[in-house]
């Protein structure tokens, strides 16, 4: 199967790997500030695989999901910066556009941006894994085995940790309450 491939898209493949092993570290950590870092680092690596495999739109919205992570980390809940997040990534789109396929990306783009500015703990977690399960559609349609893998394993440790987290909020609720009422 490699042998058959264009370097290209073998570098895509071998970069998806790198994004993988971000993913991974990320959506194991219970802190939501350090998954944040993670996942940018892990964007940068999905736009580069994106760009090598010739999926435009999927690599500028990857790319895109940067500053998204950066601004809602500052604007946490802000419904403005949310919508103005969300009309950049739909002109983006537009103006790439090649293929139905990139309904995937713009839909990947959506879950994430609605899940990193209005949600945080497990509800957050669970938006990002309908956007995972999106890239994982594109990166099916696109044939990048790295970026398919890197998104299952980034569903299963994300589900992995919402069971932590979920099991940790049984067993201190009131550390969570307390959470709660600082807003972080």
Partial sequence: MFEE????ALAGQIVSLIALGFCIVGFNSKRD????????????????????????????????????IMLARRYMGSWQVM??????????ALLSWRSPVDFFAIAAAIFGTLGMFMLRGIPMRLML??????????????GSVGGTLAEAMVLVVNFITIY?????????????????????
Avoid: C, H
């Fill in 33 to 68: 500030d350090r998954l944040m870092v993670l996942l940018i680092a892990a964007n940068v690596a999905f736009a580069l695989q994106f760009a090598l495999f010739g999926s435009w739109t999927a690599a500028i919205l990857s790319f895109l999901v940067i500053g998204r």
């Fill in 164 to 184: 932590r987290l979920a099991k940790m909020k049984r067993r201190y609720p009131e550390a969570f309450e307390k959470a709660k009422e600082s807003g972080t």
């Fill in 5 to 8: 491939m264009s370097y290209t």
């Fill in 129 to 142: 894994a309908a956007a995972a399960v999106a890239w994982m559609l594109n990166n099916i349609a696109i």
């Fill in 83 to 92: 919508l103005a997040v969300l009309a950049v990534n739909l002109v983006a």
